[in-house]
């Protein structure tokens, strides 16, 4: 299987809604997860991470939960905005690398 | 005072011809990467660069080469191009060893046609 795997593909919500992404990573030697957002045409940029030694990490609507024995991460936006659409990407720097391996995405829509 | 630049943006060319992308960044960044995203945008790995030592995803072609003439630039070099390597070729650059953020080039759309 893929070293990081993340679900779902894509994710339609209402404004104000809350969005939830979903990311498991192979190797338990990862020790860095940080997440990007692409908006149509541009480049990954970030918009938060966590690294192993935290469980749990927020920043304003955004927040990011590690589960390190699950070997899960996941990704909450609440009060969700048009302009939240994108695609959402994991990473995970495996074990042994310090190489950022990416999930597949979400494309996140939400509506006004 | 762009942190990651890469050109050109767009690049449209015939099967068959050498081209080249081209990277730097101002970061003072000691690793520098070449992913490739294809149309369901999945971004993959192609090479990374760190302190002299290249490690390449085998499953590129060896018609894509990096060259590093500096820890500041990192190019690809595409010979004999093919219909399926169009894409969008993204540069980036990290404190690799400090398992930091990766800053993104603007991106390269490759047109093969």
């Known amino acids: 299987g893929e070293n990081v795997e993340q679900h779902p593909s894509t994710l339609s919500v209402q404004e104000g809604d809350s969005a939830v992404i979903k990311c498991t990573y192979s190797?338990?030697?990862?020790?860095?997860f940080p997440w990007y957002k692409q908006e149509l045409g541009k480049r990954p940029q970030l918009i938060i991470d966590?690294?192993?030694?935290?469980g749990e990490k927020k920043d304003q609507r955004i927040a990011v939960t590690l589960n390190k024995t699950a070997k899960h991460f996941s990704l909450h936006i609440t009060e969700t905005q048009p302009e939240d659409s994108a695609v959402y990407f994991c990473a995970a720097i495996l074990g042994g690398s310090y190489i950022p391996t990416f999930g597949r995405g979400t494309s996140l829509i939400v509506h006004p | 005072d762009t942190a990651v630049s890469q050109t050109p943006k767009y690049l449209v060319t015939q099967m068959g011809n050498d081209k080249s992308i081209k990277c730097e960044q101002n970061?003072?960044?000691?690793?520098m990467y070449w992913y490739k995203q294809d149309s369901k945008k999945f971004l993959k790995i192609m090479f990374s660069y760190n302190n002299k030592e290249l490690i390449i995803n085998e499953t590129v072609p060896n018609r894509f080469s990096p060259k590093s003439p500096d820890k500041a630039h990192l190019n690809l070099h595409i010979n004999s191009l093919e219909l399926g390597d169009s894409a969008v070729y993204f540069c980036a650059s990290s404190h690799g060893t400090m398992n930091t953020e990766a800053f993104f080039g603007q991106g390269t759309r490759l047109t093969v046609v």
């Open positions: 190797d338990s030697a990862s020790n860095y």
């Open positions: 970061l003072g960044h000691d690793t």
């Open positions: 966590i690294r192993s030694n935290v």
